[in-house]
């Protein structure tokens, strides 16, 4: 790292952390959009979960044009494109309300999700050099706070909007037919438009400041001697199983970290709890999820190494997955909200612990940990598919194999083909 990233350490570190509350704030919409899209486009619970589908898939497709864009432009602005893109893909919310066509409503969310892509590309590894490798989780936690604290005031934000009076509103639904009930559905599609406006013009301006800002650039592609000796013979990024493990246990993990976000508003509503109220079950989630971060800050690495936070936080999961398929109603939905708390700290850890020792080879490391994300494409879905067969409760089964994969990269495969300290 440069003197100049070193005296400028104070402003990227708020720059990225601007940056990690705009992707978390758009990427917690697609919880209250879940339930909103169902009765809007009049969808099945499958079909809801493709919100899910369509905006994470982008992560894998654009995983390697991401690292293109980044060596292209470079760090900073790659973050800027990034930006673009996503604004690029909020706008067009606007003729998916006004035509209530569920399928651009999905082309939109993968416009969004393509720019995420970028911007996780390059503000992750970017935050997780910005500093000693030992406190990087620590970093990232820091970075989380702002992503979840955006996370929290999306679902409130978006909710009081396009899901205002929604119990009446159902009520007086399924008396209409014909014509008056597509009027109906007209008007609830129309009240997303203002807002993803509104997102539109705020993603516009922060790339154009991203872009003339002094973020300093940071060159991965120079490695250290020590990291320089043990890549020596390495001549892909396929000599790295470690690697590998942690892309797959980031598959998992941010599955299990949307079917817990996105899936807990519709899990409360299948408890007969009111629409109305359940919105704000996404909103807990998140909280957990801050707390969770804001424990990382305190204790990683003085008191407990990222690694051995990554095996409490797995065990965790598998515990309150567990205790939530066989408690009584407000009991399991508590377990579900608290899986924020388990799922904190496992990006902030599995990040640092995949990257660990790649030196030259971190870019297109990173743009594999990105197209780990794609494993919100997959899951949700998955447990969509579930809840239509068996119950939303014991679909959440799905989320155990999970959090046990997640245990052994933390345990036993964050190692494998090199020699680690746990860090």
């Known amino acids: 790292m440069s003197d100049t990233t070193k005296k400028s350490g104070l402003n990227p570190i ?4 601007a940056l990690f509350f705009v992707f978390g704030f758009v990427t917690w919409l697609n919880g209250t959009l879940i339930p909103y899209l169902k009765i809007a486009c009049q969808l099945n619970n499958f079909e809801s979960y493709l919100v899910a589908s ?8 654009m995983a390697k044009p991401s690292s293109w864009l980044l060596k292209v432009f470079g760090f900073k602005n790659g973050m800027a494109v990034g930006l673009i893109i996503i604004a690029a893909g909020a706008l067009i919310f606007v003729p998916a309300a006004l035509t209530r066509i569920y399928p651009i409503f999905l082309l939109g969310l993968f416009i969004q999700g393509s720019g995420l892509a970028v911007l996780q590309s390059a503000s992750n590894p970017y935050i997780t050099i910005l500093g000693p490798p030992e406190s ?19 679902p409130i934000a978006l909710g009081s909007v396009v899901l205002s009076n929604i119990d009446s509103f159902n009520v007086k639904l399924a008396t ?22 509104l997102i539109v013009i705020v993603l516009v301006i922060l790339g154009i400041l991203i872009y003339f800002s002094g973020l300093p650039e940071i060159d991965t592609d120079n490695e250290d001697e020590a990291v320089a000796a043990a890549n020596s013979s390495k001549t892909s990024i396929f000599d790295f ?5 942690g892309v797959i246990a980031l598959f998992f993990y941010v599955g299990a970290e949307v079917i817990a976000g996105d899936s807990i508003i519709s899990y409360g509503v299948s408890h007969h709890m009111p629409l109305s109220e359940a919105r704000y079950l996404a909103s807990c989630t998140l909280t957990c999820m801050v707390l969770g971060y804001f424990a990382g800050i305190a204790f990683i690495p003085k008191y407990i190494s990222q690694q051995k936070a990554l095996v409490c936080s797995a065990i965790l999961g598998v515990v309150l997955t567990v205790v939530a398929l066989f408690a009584p109603k407000y009991v399991s939905i508590a377990c579900i909200a608290l899986l924020g708390l388990a799922n904190s700290l496992m990006w902030p850890a599995i990040w640092p612990l995949a990257l660990s020792g790649l030196g030259r080879f971190t870019k297109i490391g990173s743009s594999l940990l990105v197209m780990g994300i794609a494993g919100a494409a997959v899951f949700p879905p998955i447990y969509g598919l579930l809840v239509d067969v068996m119950t939303a409760q014991t679909a959440y089964v799905i989320l155990v194999p999970i959090y046990l994969f ?18």
């Not at 369509?54 to 497709?61: C, D, E, G, N, R």
């Open 14 to 17: 708020i720059i990225i952390g």
């Open 54 to 61: 369509a905006f994470y898939i982008a992560y894998l497709l």
């Open 136 to 154: 990087a989780a620590k970093r990232i936690s820091i970075m989380g706070i702002f992503n979840k604290f955006a996370g929290v005031l999306a």
């Open 176 to 197: 209409l037919s014909g014509a008056e009930k597509v009027a109906q559905l007209n008007e609830l599609a129309s009240r997303v438009i203002v807002p993803y406006v």
């Open 241 to 245: 199983p470690h690697l590998i493990i």
């Open 406 to 423: 997640i245990l052994y990269f933390a345990a036993v495969g964050y190692k494998k083909g090199k020699h680690v300290v746990a860090v």
